[in-house]
Nanobody, 113 residues
C-alpha cells in the first residue's frame, strides 16, 4: 500500500519559515519524480515545486527564490523549505509522487500575523 505522509505545517508569521516533509512508503522512492502542490482556500490545486529523480527542479513563479524542494532517497523523504512566507502562501500543501499518481492527505500552512 502506497502512503505519502506530510508533516511540518502550521501557523507562521509573514516573513517566517517552515519546512515541510513527506515520507513515502510502498514505492521504490528513487524511481519517482516528486512534487509539492498546494490548494489555497477557495482555489484549485496548483503545482508549487517539482523534483525529478535525476535531481532537476522547477518552481512556480510565485515561489521562486523563496522555496526549495529537496529529497533524501535514503529516507524516502521529500522536503519543501519555505522562506519569506507571505499570507498568499496560506494553503493545504500536498505531496505527490509520479506526476499525479500518488497523493498525500496534505498539511495546512497558515501565514498570518
Amino acid at each position: 500500500q502506497v502512503q505519502l505522509v506530510e508533516s511540518g505545517g502550521g501557523l507562521v508569521q509573514p516573513g517566517g519559515s517552515l519546512r515541510l516533509s513527506c515520507v513515502a512508503s510502498g514505492i521504490v522512492f528513487t524511481y519517482y519524480n516528486m512534487a509539492w502542490y498546494r490548494q489555497p482556500p477557495g482555489h484549485e490545486r496548483e503545482l508549487v515545486a517539482a523534483l525529478t529523480r535525476g535531481g532537476s527542479t522547477s518552481y512556480a513563479d510565485s515561489v521562486k527564490g523563496r522555496f526549495t524542494i529537496s529529497r533524501d532517497n535514503a529516507k524516502a523523504t521529500v522536503y519543501l523549505q519555505m522562506n519569506s512566507l507571505k499570507p498568499e502562501d496560506t494553503a493545504v500543501y500536498f505531496c505527490n509522487a509520479g506526476v499525479g499518481r500518488y497523493w498525500g492527505k496534505g498539511t495546512l500552512v497558515t501565514v498570518s500575523s
